[in-house]
């Protein structure tokens, strides 16, 4: 059974630069989220899919940021003009919902992304 | 307001021995489910055990057990025989099931550490 990959493990940018990150979710699982987690905190919630549907994004989501997933399997996240604040681990997550079981999200290594 | 507060930034604990790690949360909504993350150095978030609102027993998940007390909103998690793997850490999730989003709302998170 494979987990969730994500790619690249480690980006270092220069600020004002673009970054795309790539999420590959559990087979067949229908739904996809994004996190962000800096240094000593909890992940926080960025953006939801169902299928290829984007259903839900946080206010963390600025403008500079894009999520897509464009068949239903893959995702990929960008940002745009990156800024030293956007240094963080991403990490993605993928479930399945079945009648009468738990909706368990699974988490991905991550991506760590640092902005010079 | 803190939806999931961890009040133990850090916590030794010897070998063999048990250990709680509390986590306390805040909801209006009925139906909510409590969830228990570990992530060791790699960065991984690992899924640990779950708790529905509606489950009348304490979720057992081998080693770990998750002390539910909902009038006292509180789901804290016992890992029974500590091991030095142990050593991660600790982040205590929830989800409203009545949130579109589907989102975890993340704790702030406590180190466990394991003294040989």
């Known amino acids: 059974d494979t987990g969730v990959s994500q790619n690249p493990r480690h980006k270092i940018t220069k600020r004002g630069q673009n970054v795309t990150f790539r999420c590959d979710p559990i087979?067949?699982?229908?739904?996809l989220y994004w996190y962000r987690q800096t240094l000593g905190q909890g992940p926080e919630f960025l953006t939801y899919f169902q299928n290829e549907a984007q259903l839900e994004k946080s206010r963390l989501l600025s403008d500079r940021f894009s999520a897509e997933r464009p068949k239903g399997s893959f995702s990929t996240l960008e940002i745009q003009r990156t800024e030293q604040g956007d240094s963080a681990m991403y990490l993605c997550?993928?479930?399945?919902?079945?009648?009468?079981?738990?909706?368990?999200?699974?988490f991905g290594p991550g991506t760590r992304l640092t902005v010079l | 307001a803190q939806k999931i507060t961890q009040t133990q930034p850090g916590m030794f604990v010897q070998e063999k021995e048990a250990v709680t790690l509390d986590c306390t949360y805040d909801t209006s909504d009925q139906s909510y489910g409590l969830f228990w993350y570990k992530q060791p150095s790699s960065g991984e978030m690992i899924f640990l055990i779950y708790q529905g609102s509606y489950d009348e027993q304490n979720a057992t998940e081998g080693r770990y057990s998750l002390n539910f007390q909902k009038a006292r909103k509180s789901a804290n998690l016992v890992i029974s025989a500590s091991q030095l793997g142990d050593s991660a850490m600790y982040f205590c999730?929830?989800?409203?099931?009545?949130?579109?989003?589907?989102?975890?709302?993340f704790g702030g998170g406590t180190r466990l550490m394991v003294k040989p």
């Open positions: 087979s067949e699982h229908n739904r």
């Open positions: 997550a993928s479930s399945h919902r079945r009648a009468g079981r738990t909706d368990t999200q699974y």
């Open positions: 999730a929830m989800r409203e099931l009545n949130n579109a989003g589907n989102m975890l709302t």
